[in-house]
């Protein structure tokens, strides 16, 4: 059983690794013996958390604005110089907008689309050199994209192109998991209610709420995330792609 969930020895990067879910992923990777890249627009604060993650192993920050072509383009040649191939890709870094539809403008819409699903896509698109370098069928790399349950129910509040990319990008999972196969798979997790910096504003108006409605009565936690994640990254995880798991306490359950 240690064996069929071990993920030691393996490299990852984690999109957007310096905060709220892409965190707590990163530290049940580098917990698990996982040499670790993180990745977020604030170079500052990235360093700074590889700094503090660097004390349970190996954290490398790579700082990097995935909403960029460039961007996304630069960071798989700065990892591709450290690295001769990736086990893990983990597509986290993300954005959110919420506005009444009325005042929901053309930046609304760029912000939010350029980041979680243009950006999921470059990433990907510039790292297959490294991810098909040592992948086999028997032992394929790994992608997983962070999306969302809003990207499966209509969410409460007005975040049209928060849930219109989240959906986007549990489409282009299926789409990447058919055209990388049989060496890549490539599957996504759609969080539920974390509490995050994405999620501080909802949680604090509707925290109880939220856990209330929940089947399971609570929300989630780094646990709940960093598991998920290695399951899917081990072994045990193998036969899965195209899959989009909602990690949610069940509320996926009540659309």
Known sequence: MQDLFN????????????????????????NAGVKTYISS??????????SELSKLGTCIAIPADLSREDECRRLADELSSREDHLDILVNNAGATWGAPIEEFDEAAWERVLALNVKGVFHVTKFLLPLLKARATADEPSRVINIGSIDGIQVPMLETYSYSASKAAVHQLTRHLARKLAPEITVNAIAPGPFESKMMAATLQAFGDQIAAMAPLKR??????MAGTSIFLSSKAGSYLTGTVIPVDGGIATLK
């Not at 929300?219 to 709940?224: L, N, S």
């Open 7 to 30: 993920i030691s020895g393996k490299v990852a990067l984690i999109t957007g690794g310096s905060r709220g879910i892409g965190k707590m992923i990163a530290e049940g990777f580098i």
């Open 219 to 224: 929300i989630g936690r780094p646990t709940d």
């Open 41 to 50: 627009r604030k170079g500052d604060v990235c360093d700074q958390v590889a």
